[in-house]
């Protein structure tokens, strides 16, 4: 049962923290964008294409960090790992 | 879909993810690394998914007019003169580009098609595999994505990586590329020599692994999510709650598959200018 629990809130927080950090980042990129955007259009198709990259970048810790919490919330490893504890 | 052993009860919600998990292997695997175990599943879409690929260019080669082109071939173009106006900016070296430039097509294109397995209803092709296996004396096991198989995304990253050795070499001679593992990035003094080459090899495999993680994370969490919102559906009986969950299903996937579409894309796109920075970086001299 405690493991149960445990796992659940590690499972938020591994979303959760993740979540924060790539929206942070994502949001100051995409305002930095638009900003220099704003500065200079001519080089708007340029930047996009960079743009489009780093969001990918930021965002693939996070999506890593998802697919294990969820695992984790859906197929919990640890609860095998106990069944197979000598008692 | 009955888990294992053809339970008589229908699956509990972790049985169902479980079961999905499972790769149709050809032998029990032991641990993390495991050479012995091939997995069938992604072996085989990765390379039809492949061939599939190849086909479908040569097709658009094959009928290629330098009149006004169709549809198709005029795709095609965007998306090879997309890949090579990337390569043009990043790789600055002609005659590697020849190789550099369609490899980085060819990446694109196959792990576009790959991840877009995807996009094919979660139960599908198990399901069809859930009558035909047996039948053919397999498991019913099936993972129909193979970008969500750590396997096959080490195996790209790693051949990336063999890669930007082979120019490296190629590029600098082997001298030159040892003076620079051992000198590249605080100097070229005799005591700093142990931490520089430490660094280099910590770089080579953090580029590698992450680039490997990044695709199989991405398209493992979308397939999970899929799974997840095919339970919602799963769990569908004549009541209040039961019905709010199918009509969730129904919303919850449309949305997920609409911003998948964005993901796949965006995942190949990556893996694709990755490789192109990391072959541009085995041509800069430090």
Same mark, same amino acid.
Not at chain 2, 13 to 23: D, T
Not at chain 2, 63 to 85: C, H, I, N, W, Y
Not at chain 2, 261 to 283: E, K, P, S
């Given at each position: 049962?405690?493991?149960?629990?445990?796992?659940?809130?590690?499972?938020? +927080?591994?979303? *959760? /923290?993740?979540?924060?950090?790539?929206? =942070? @980042?994502? &949001? $100051?990129?995409?305002?930095?964008?638009?900003?220099?955007?704003?500065?200079?259009?001519?080089?708007?198709?340029?930047?996009?294409?960079?743009?489009? +990259?780093?969001? *990918? /970048?930021?965002?693939?810790?996070?999506? =890593? @960090?998802? &697919? $294990?919490?969820?695992?984790?919330?859906?197929?919990?490893?640890?609860?095998?790992?106990?069944?197979?504890?000598?008692? | 879909?009955?888990?294992?052993?053809?339970?008589?009860?229908?699956?509990?919600?972790?049985?169902?993810?479980?079961?999905?998990?499972?790769?149709?292997?050809?032998?029990?695997?032991?641990?993390?690394?495991?050479?012995?175990?091939?997995?069938?599943?992604?072996?085989?879409?990765?390379?039809?998914?492949?061939?599939?690929?190849?086909?479908?260019?040569?097709?658009?080669?094959?009928?290629?007019?330098?009149?006004?082109?169709?549809?198709?071939?005029?795709?095609?173009?965007?998306?090879?003169?997309?890949?090579?106006?990337?390569?043009?900016?990043?790789?600055?070296?002609?005659?590697?580009?020849?190789?550099?430039?369609?490899?980085?097509?060819?990446?694109?294109?196959?792990?576009?098609?790959?991840?877009?397995?995807?996009?094919?209803?979660?139960?599908?092709?198990?399901?069809?595999?859930?009558?035909?296996?047996?039948?053919?004396?397999?498991?019913?096991?099936?993972?129909?994505?193979?970008?969500?198989?750590?396997?096959?995304?080490?195996?790209?990253?790693?051949?990336?990586?063999?890669?930007?050795?082979?120019?490296?070499?190629?590029?600098?001679?082997?001298?030159?590329?040892?003076?620079?593992?051992?000198?590249?990035?605080?100097?070229?003094?005799?005591?700093?020599?142990?931490?520089?080459?430490?660094?280099?090899?910590?770089?080579?495999?953090?580029?590698?692994?992450?680039?490997?993680?990044?695709?199989?994370?991405?398209?493992?969490?979308?397939?999970?999510?899929?799974?997840?919102?095919?339970?919602?559906?799963?769990?569908?009986?004549?009541?209040?709650?039961?019905?709010?969950?199918?009509?969730?299903?129904?919303?919850?996937?449309?949305?997920?598959?609409?911003?998948?579409?964005?993901?796949?894309?965006?995942?190949?796109?990556?893996?694709?200018?990755?490789?192109?920075?990391?072959?541009?970086?085995?041509?800069?001299?430090?």
């Amino acid at each position: 049962m405690e493991v149960i629990s445990f796992v659940a809130l590690a499972a938020g +927080l591994i979303i *959760g /923290l993740g979540a924060v950090g790539a929206c =942070i @980042g994502i &949001g $100051i990129m995409g305002g930095k964008y638009l900003e220099s955007a704003g500065r200079q259009p001519e080089l708007m198709g340029e930047l996009q294409t960079k743009m489009f +990259l780093l969001a *990918g /970048l930021i965002d693939a810790a996070f999506i =890593i @960090g998802t &697919g $294990i919490a969820l695992w984790f919330a859906t197929a919990n490893p640890f609860l095998a790992q106990i069944a197979n504890l000598p008692k | 879909m009955a888990a294992q052993g053809q339970a008589s009860h229908a699956p509990t919600a972790g049985e169902y993810i479980v079961h999905h998990l499972q790769h149709l292997q050809t032998g029990k695997q032991t641990g993390v690394v495991d050479m012995s175990v091939m997995n069938m599943d992604s072996l085989f879409f990765s390379i039809s998914l492949g061939v599939l690929g190849c086909w479908l260019l040569w097709l658009a080669a094959r009928k290629a007019t330098s009149g006004v082109p169709g549809r198709f071939q005029a795709a095609v173009e965007m998306l090879v003169e997309m890949v090579d106006s990337q390569a043009k900016g990043i790789v600055h070296n002609a005659q590697s580009r020849k190789l550099v430039a369609p490899l980085a097509l060819t990446v694109f294109v196959w792990i576009f098609m790959m991840n877009a397995m995807d996009l094919l209803p979660v139960d599908l092709l198990p399901a069809i595999w859930h009558q035909a296996g047996p039948a053919l004396g397999a498991k019913d096991y099936l993972r129909v994505v193979p970008t969500a198989d750590l396997s096959v995304t080490m195996g790209l990253s790693l051949s990336v990586l063999l890669i930007c050795l082979y120019y490296n070499v190629k590029i600098k001679g082997l001298g030159g590329w040892v003076h620079e593992l051992f000198s590249a990035p605080f100097g070229d003094k005799w005591f700093l020599y142990p931490v520089n080459f430490l660094m280099q090899i910590i770089e080579f495999i953090a580029k590698t692994v992450s680039h490997g993680m990044r695709l199989f994370g991405n398209m493992y969490a979308g397939e999970l999510i899929f799974m997840l919102i095919a339970l919602m559906g799963g769990a569908f009986v004549f009541s209040a709650t039961g019905i709010a969950l199918a009509i969730g299903h129904v919303i919850a996937g449309t949305v997920w598959a609409i911003f998948h579409i964005l993901i796949i894309t965006l995942q190949a796109f990556v893996f694709m200018m990755l490789t192109l920075v990391y072959v541009g970086q085995a041509h800069d001299a430090h």
